[in-house]
């Protein structure tokens, strides 16, 4: 794999890893289309630490407040409560991909589970627009959650496990669940953001190799890692206007019509 064919994965990753399409489906995708077959799990994980540093820095904010709240044992305020949130939907994130990682990583060579998937991804994203309407004259507040409780943080969590399949949008699948259970647009953004930081520092330990690292080169990574950082972060910045307009499910129609035209075509 050439350095140009790197960068430009890492710009598909930078751009996919946010807007919800899936990176991973999309890096399986491309791969296969490249003539790379094998997928390089190294490589995947340099290009999602690189979206990693984009997401720390776009929340550096929240993340200083949360430090704060806690050093300073403020455990009841709306900062801290992020903290123990993200700790509860880590579990079952972590159970998920622990004890099915086998699964997943043979997953990651199906390009036609990656069309069903991308399909599911563009139905959830349309579940995600239609639900709240549905709801809202049933619930009075939903919608309008400042706070993510324990089950809420855990049906989020649960969201994050399942996709670690390919093809199923990360923050499409947790933006959405916690839009569902009733959480203010905006929060739930957030919250799917920093919940995928510990996600993401953990893939990275499990799947941290010397020997690989070495096959690979430290600049071919740093390439991935740079440019995923730098197109992550203005896609990140669309993103997040686009949650708060409400105006995700704009998306369903591309991950359907794409699924479908790899499942036939590829």
Not at 41 to 64: E, N, P, Q, V, W
Not at 148 to 153: C, N
Not at 178 to 187: K, P, S, Y
Not at 199 to 219: H, S
């Amino acid at each position: 794999m050439t350095n140009l064919e790197i960068i430009f994965l890492g710009i598909i990753q930078g751009l996919t890893e946010f807007l919800p399409v899936s990176s991973s489906g999309h890096l399986v995708i491309f791969r296969n289309l490249m003539g790379f077959k094998e997928p390089e799990l190294l490589l995947d994980t340099a290009l999602h630490l690189g979206t990693l540093s984009a997401i720390c820095f776009y929340l550096r904010a929240d993340i200083k407040k949360m430090m704060t709240e806690v050093w300073r044992g403020n455990f009841s305020g709306p900062y801290a409560s992020l903290v123990w949130a993200i700790i509860m939907g880590t579990i079952p994130t972590a159970f998920i991909g622990l004890f099915f990682r086998d699964f997943f990583e043979k997953a990651f060579g199906s390009i036609w589970l990656v069309s069903i998937m991308l399909i599911i991804t563009g139905v959830i994203l349309i579940i995600g627009h239609i639900a709240p309407i549905a709801l809202k004259p049933l619930i009075k507040d939903h919608g309008t959650k400042t706070r993510v409780g324990i089950i809420g943080a855990l049906i989020v969590g649960i969201a994050q496990g399942m996709a670690i399949i390919p093809g199923i949008s990360r923050s499409g699948a947790t933006i959405v669940s916690g839009i569902v259970f009733g959480l203010d647009r905006e929060l739930a953004g957030r919250f799917s953001f920093l919940l995928s930081i510990p996600a993401i520092v953990g893939a990275l330990i499990l799947q941290l190799d010397a020997e690989a690292v070495n096959r690979m080169g430290i600049l071919p990574l740093l390439l991935g890692f740079v440019t995923s950082a730098m197109v992550g972060y203005l896609a990140l910045k669309l993103l997040m206007k686009m949650i708060r307009k409400g105006t995700l499910y704009h998306f369903a129609p591309y991950c359907i019509l794409l699924g479908i035209v790899i499942l036939i075509f590829v």
